[in-house]
């Protein structure tokens, strides 16, 4: 970890008035995320359905759930890459669907494929992202400067960035999504594929940045673990709806109480431990308990196959 502290922040105006002239955010301080009744399909398929979701600012919310629930679709929908159709997303206050830039201004995105360019340093990646999202010219070199010191890249930032591990893009990518100074960080599966060092320093980086800057963090994952130990809130995700939402201490104490007042220990397919008597159950067994028994058959357990592939891709 390094010591230099992240100091961007976020592109606001005098009175909070934003960039494209969207008006001043709300100054009794808005959620960040805000979505109601929001709908997506994809032809027959209905990938987002009736999502209501409100996430604090300064919240690191956590959208759980297996592959195909609707988690990127989501995402995408709150980011403006998707259109909506149906419902209604506000990001601080701001109308998704007819204030895109100005949500779009708030906004770090780190999506699941690979953002960070093979061929180019990891300064360079950072700098044309510095570009794209307008940072003054005068602030540019050091703005990344402080995006690669936030992410700990900076003795590797003039070093091609495919020399680097799998931790590092993932780092770098964050750095990228940093360096506009968002005011609302949205990771896909920030940590898909990684091994559980470079995972705990992927995380122990964006909690470090939201420290310094009092960020609102919006993270999709399959890994109930991390979800647990590092997300304020959770909303565990399957088939486009929501089953459950909370933080992962009151779900985790609901199911308990639940198991305790049917006299059921466990649901069908709960790990060994949270079955011994008086166990507090983990996330996953909250998982499997609101979304039934079938996880498996359908092939959308937590941790597919699919993912790792797409993260060797990313990396190779
Ligand atoms: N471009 C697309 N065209 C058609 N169907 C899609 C498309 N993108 C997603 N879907 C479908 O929408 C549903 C939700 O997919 P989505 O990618 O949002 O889920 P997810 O929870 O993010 O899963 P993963 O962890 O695999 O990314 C799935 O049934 C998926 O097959």
């Given amino acids: 970890m390094t010591d230099t502290p992240f100091t961007g922040t976020p592109f606001t105006g005098p009175d909070g008035a934003q960039p494209d002239g969207a008006g001043p955010v709300d100054s009794a301080g808005p ?3 805000s ?5 997506y399909a994809f032809g027959e398929t209905k990938a987002v359905q009736d999502l209501d979701l409100s996430v604090g600012a300064g919240e690191v919310f956590g959208l759980l759930g297996p592959n195909g629930a609707g988690k990127t679709t989501a995402i995408r929908c709150i980011t403006t890459l998707l259109p909506v159709p149906a419902g209604m997303v506000r990001v601080f206050g701001h109308d998704a669907a007819k204030e895109k830039m100005a949500v779009r201004r708030l906004l770090g995105y780190v ?3 690979l953002s960070a360019d093979a061929a180019l340093t990891g300064r360079e990646n950072v ?3 510095a570009r794209v999202f307008d940072v003054p010219r005068r602030e540019r070199s050091e703005r990344v400067a402080q995006a690669l010191a936030a992410v700990d890249l900076t003795g590797a930032a003039d070093r091609m960035a495919k020399t680097y591990s799998g931790g590092m893009i993932r780092r770098l990518e964050l750095a990228q999504a940093l360096v506009s100074a968002p ?9 898909i594929g ?3 060092i470079a995972r705990t320093s992927v995380w122990e980086h964006i909690n470090a940045v939201r420290q310094a800057t009092g960020m609102t963090v919006l993270v999709t994952t399959h890994y109930m673990d991390e979800a647990d130990q590092y997300c304020d809130r959770v909303a565990l995700m399957h088939h486009g709806r929501i089953h459950a939402l909370g933080t992962p201490g009151e779900l985790r104490a609901e ?10 220990p466990a649901a069908s397919g709960a790990s060994r431990a949270s079955v011994e008597k008086g166990a507090l159950p983990t996330l996953e067994d909250v998982f499997r308990d609101v979304a039934g028994s079938g996880l498996d058959e359908e092939g959308g357990d937590f941790r597919d196959v699919r993912s790792t592939r797409r993260t060797a891709s990313r990396v190779g």
């Fill in 194 to 196: 990684l091994d559980p």
């Fill in 127 to 129: 700098t044309l992202f």
């Fill in 255 to 264: 199911l308990r109480e639940r198991r305790a007042a049917s006299g059921t």
């Fill in 111 to 113: 999506p699941q494929q």
């Fill in 183 to 191: 005011r609302l960080l949205m990771l896909d599966e920030p940590t």
């Fill in 31 to 33: 959620d960040a995320v």
């Fill in 35 to 39: 979505c109601r009744g929001l709908d």
